[in-house]
């Protein structure tokens, strides 16, 4: 069993509901007598030194709470050699045993940066919303930003239903179409534009299906349209997705950009539960002395994920998702004569 006394903790990256869980989590299982130091904003405050202690009573009431009590942010400086080695000696000036760092793949970049310089152990918590590191089913704060996405997602199909509009929504990923695609099943959108369904080296085609879909489904229902895109996906945005569509004359379209809500808001349960679990089994994975890890989570089990092997970015939409998709609500753009 390692003797550890001292562990230094930040949230890095996009903020994602649940990271106080993780932290609670992690300072409430750690033995009371280990001192645990909050780095704040990131990276910046191990490069600034800025820090606070976390006692276990500053934590006990956060499990609820969005955002991150310790702060994020993204550090340039991080990315420097001479930002790694201001990092490095806080560390070592302030006697830390092993860092926990929560963010996503940028951030534990920079905690495989820091291994190179310092012997403390080093654990990384899938922090993101964006559900897009490999060798975890889940990221702490995917199920909260997609319950929030759904939310917003059904009002808007509300109102495009009284006018039976198109309606275009962007939602965040990023990179990565998880948020997009999740959201778009749960909500019931008649088409769902992701990485891996999307031929964005041929939007005239794409489009002409699109308008395509829309005319069968005003001939077959006349109802409302819900688009629901994966940020960075389309060349120009979702607005000129918008105004290639608005080309058409009997479509009507409207475009909406998700943002930042889906990064707010109280974590919702599986998301308390999952940052409790990972939380949890990170300390344990201190206290048997490993380190360059994710805690991440298989089959609703946690598991040690090598950090390099969690940041590949191989982890896609999976195909079953976009067949289920596919054959509940595509209309098979071949069978519909051209307009
Ligand atoms: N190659 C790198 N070397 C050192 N540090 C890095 C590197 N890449 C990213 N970082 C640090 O990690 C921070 C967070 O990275 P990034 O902005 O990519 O977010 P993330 O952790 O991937 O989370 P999210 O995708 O949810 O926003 C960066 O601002 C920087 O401080
Ligand atoms: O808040 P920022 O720095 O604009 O970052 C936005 C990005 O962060 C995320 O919310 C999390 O990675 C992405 O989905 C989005 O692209």
Same mark, same amino acid.
């Given at each position: 069993?390692?003797?550890?006394?001292?562990?230094? $903790?930040? %949230? #890095?990256? *996009?903020?994602?509901?649940?990271?106080?869980?993780? +932290?609670?989590?992690? /300072?409430? !299982? @750690?033995?009371?007598?280990?001192?645990?130091?909050?780095?704040?904003?990131?990276?910046?405050?191990?490069?600034?030194?800025?820090?606070?202690?976390?006692?276990?009573?500053?934590?006990?009431?956060?499990?609820?709470?969005?955002?991150?009590?310790?702060?994020?942010?993204?550090?340039?400086? $991080?990315? %420097? #050699?001479? *930002?790694?080695?201001?990092?490095?000696?806080?560390? +070592?000036?302030?006697? /830390?045993? !092993? @860092?926990?760092?929560?963010?996503?793949?940028?951030?534990?970049?920079?905690?495989?940066?820091?291994?190179?310089?310092?012997?403390?152990?080093?654990?990384?918590?899938?922090?993101?919303?964006?559900?897009?590191?490999?060798?975890?089913?889940?990221?702490?704060?995917?199920?909260?930003?997609?319950?929030?996405?759904?939310?917003?997602?059904?009002?808007?199909?509300?109102?495009?239903?009284?006018?039976?509009?198109?309606?275009?929504?962007?939602?965040?990923?990023?990179?990565?179409?998880?948020?997009?695609?999740?959201?778009?099943?749960?909500?019931?959108?008649?088409?769902?534009?992701?990485?891996?369904?999307?031929?964005?080296?041929?939007?005239?085609?794409?489009?002409?299906?699109?308008?395509?879909?829309?005319?069968?489904?005003?001939?077959?229902?006349?109802?409302?349209?819900?688009?629901?895109?994966?940020?960075?996906?389309?060349?120009?945005?979702?607005?000129?997705?918008?105004?290639?569509?608005?080309?058409?004359?009997?479509?009507?379209?409207?475009?909406?950009?998700?943002?930042?809500?889906?990064?707010?808001?109280?974590?919702?349960?599986?998301?308390?539960?999952?940052?409790?679990?990972?939380?949890?089994?990170?300390?344990?994975?201190?206290?048997?002395?490993?380190?360059?890890?994710?805690?991440?989570?298989?089959?609703?089990?946690?598991?040690?994920?090598?950090?390099?092997?969690?940041?590949?970015?191989?982890?896609?939409?999976?195909?079953?998702?976009?067949?289920?998709?596919?054959?509940?609500?595509?209309?098979?753009?071949?069978?519909?004569?051209?307009?």
């Amino acid at each position: 069993m390692k003797n550890i006394q001292r562990v230094g $903790m930040l %949230t #890095s990256g *996009g903020d994602a509901p649940g990271m106080n869980a993780a +932290i609670r989590a992690i /300072v409430l !299982a @750690l033995d009371s007598s280990v001192e645990v130091i909050g780095y704040k904003h990131g990276y910046n405050g191990l490069i600034n030194s800025e820090s606070i202690r976390l006692t276990q009573s500053d934590v006990d009431n956060i499990i609820h709470l969005g955002g991150t009590i310790i702060k994020s942010a993204r550090c340039k400086e $991080m990315r %420097t #050699s001479a *930002g790694i080695k201001q990092a490095v000696s806080t560390l +070592i000036k302030d006697k /830390v045993d !092993a @860092l926990v760092v929560i963010g996503g793949d940028g951030s534990f970049n920079g905690l495989l940066a820091i291994q190179e310089h310092w012997a403390g152990q080093v654990i990384g918590l899938p922090g993101t919303i964006d559900n897009d590191l490999d060798g975890t089913d889940n990221t702490i704060g995917f199920s909260s930003a997609i319950n929030t996405a759904i939310q917003a997602v059904d009002k808007i199909r509300d109102t495009a239903d009284a006018f039976d509009r198109v309606f275009i929504i962007e939602l965040m990923g990023r990179h990565s179409g998880h948020i997009a695609f999740h959201v778009g099943l749960a909500s019931g959108a008649e088409a769902i534009l992701s990485f891996e369904n999307t031929d964005t080296e041929h939007p005239e085609q794409v489009i002409d299906s699109l308008a395509k879909q829309v005319k069968q489904y005003q001939n077959s229902c006349n109802n409302s349209f819900l688009i629901c895109v994966a940020e960075n996906l389309w060349p120009g945005g979702v607005t000129q997705l918008r105004d290639q569509l608005n080309r058409y004359d009997f479509i009507d379209a409207s475009a909406c950009i998700l943002g930042h809500i889906q990064r707010g808001g109280a974590p919702s349960a599986n998301d308390r539960i999952l940052a409790t679990k990972l939380g949890v089994a990170a300390v344990e994975a201190l206290k048997g002395g490993m380190s360059g890890f994710m805690i991440g989570e298989r089959y609703a089990k946690p598991i040690l994920v090598p950090l390099l092997d969690a940041i590949k970015h191989t982890k896609m939409v999976p195909d079953h998702l976009i067949q289920a998709h596919k054959n509940i609500k595509a209309i098979n753009p071949t069978k519909i004569d051209n307009l």
